[in-house]
T-cell receptor
Framework: DVKVTQSSRYLVKRTGEKVFLECVQD?????MFWYRQDPGLGLRLIYF???????EKGDIPEGYSVSREKKERFSLILESASTNQTSMYLC????????????FGEGSRLTVL | GENVEQHPSTLSVQEGDSAVIKCTYS??????FPWYKQELGKRPQLIID?????GEKKDQRIAVTLNKTAKHFSLHITETQPEDSAVYFC????????????FGTGTRLQVTL
């Protein structure tokens, strides 16, 4: 079974803090993604990566950055958290570069006060 | 970029009835259309997908149809059961963009006894 593990299920941070969300997958997948899930808005892509040290902007990259130093790990960074970044963050991975099944982590619910 | 619209946002059916969820997409180059199911408090999981070289695909009680000319695709669930209650997301992507999926806003399906 593919396992995508997100380091924190629940986080509470203050405005202006730097936030790291970590994601690890154990199936040697090429692609990794960070999505944000908000009620009524579905899943929106923040950033994705199809190789180590490669990253591409998704649909809503503003206020976020990412890091992929190792194939199995993809980190989402909020340099200065704001209240409008309160959300559920979902990491996902997929096997190969062409379109295929996404395997999601359990999600990290971030609250910014 | 791609834009995916999904309707309805909520759907209530009686057990044993059929449910249909519809999505439209904007980018005629899209050629991969998956559907994900997210149960309450759980991660989204792929339930069925279709590629643009076929018009219909079926897996037991679930089927997906694709009309490339009209740029819409639909999920059909027959003989609904209480365990079908969940949020369903459609998505679309073009194969050449590292499986960068654009999701619809989701449909909350409630199957009542």
């Amino acid at each position: 079974d593919v396992k995508v593990t997100q380091s924190s299920r629940y986080l509470v941070k203050r405005t202006g803090e730097k936030v790291f969300l970590e994601c690890v997958q154990d199936m040697d997948h090429e692609n990794m993604f960070w999505y944000r899930q908000d009620p009524g808005l579905g899943l929106r892509l923040i950033y994705f990566s199809y190789d180590v040290k490669m990253k591409e902007k998704g649909d809503i990259p503003e206020g976020y950055s990412v890091s992929r130093e190792k194939k199995e790990r993809f980190s989402l960074i909020l340099e200065s958290a704001s209240t409008n970044q309160t959300s559920m963050y979902l990491c996902a991975s997929s096997l190969a570069r062409e379109a295929g099944e996404l395997f999601f982590g359990e999600g990290s619910r971030l609250t910014v006060l | 970029g791609e834009n995916v619209e999904q309707h309805p946002s909520t759907l209530s059916v009686q057990e044993g009835d059929s449910a249909v969820i519809k999505c439209t997409y904007s980018d005629s180059a899209s050629n991969y259309f998956p559907w994900y199911k997210q149960e309450l408090g759980k991660r989204p999981q792929l339930i069925i997908d279709i590629r643009s070289n076929v018009g219909e695909k079926k897996d037991q009680r679930i089927a997906v149809t694709l009309n490339k000319t009209a740029k819409h695709f639909s999920l059909h669930i027959t003989e609904t059961q209480p365990e079908d209650s969940a949020v369903y997301f459609c998505a679309a992507s073009f194969t050449g963009t590292a499986s960068k999926l654009t999701f619809g806003t989701g449909t909350r399906l409630q199957v009542t006894l």
